[in-house]
């Protein structure tokens, strides 16, 4: 596989990913309201206030976890997977001695093409270590020093 057949297949799992999670999270909610539009008070008022009050917690918990995924979503849509940077940033394959990152969304362990991927947040602690690096740079990452061999 090409470099950039590489980085569309990681791509397209982080995506998968993403969606997986918004999906179910939109079906929580919805089940939620589900529940919310069903519950009487027909077993007393104390107990019809705090099923109420415990769903309208589970609602504003779900609605949270939906704009996290709203903030990962953003981060794929301003991936530009095809622009060429000689130096580590969002999108970057980074080739190092002990492993291959792909910059994108910290979701692991990823294999394409029969090699395993590491995928990264830019924010995470080795992805700011390795943000702006070049071929060739050494860095320290746990206690331990690296050499970045190859930045697509």
């Not at 394409?112 to 071929?135: D, F």
Request: aromatic share 6%.
């Amino acid at each position: 596989m090409t470099v950039p057949e590489i980085k569309e297949a990681l791509y397209l799992v982080c995506l998968e990913k993403v969606d997986t999670r918004y999906l179910k999270i939109k079906q929580t909610i919805a089940d939620i309201d589900e529940s919310l539009a069903e519950t009487t008070s027909s077993s007393g008022e104390d107990d019809f206030d705090n099923s109420r009050a415990m769903l309208q917690i589970d609602k504003e918990n779900a609605m949270k976890q939906l704009s996290e995924v709203n903030v990962l979503k953003d981060i794929l849509n301003r991936m530009e997977l095809k622009s060429e940077a000689d130096y580590v940033r969002l999108g970057s394959l980074v080739e190092t001695e002990q492993a291959t990152y792909f910059i994108c969304l910290s979701i692991g362990p990823v294999e394409v093409g029969g090699k395993t991927y590491l995928c990264v947040a830019l924010n995470s602690p080795i992805g700011q270590t390795l943000r702006g690096l070049k071929k060739g740079a050494h860095f320290h990452f746990n206690e331990k020093k690296h050499l970045v061999k190859a930045v697509d």
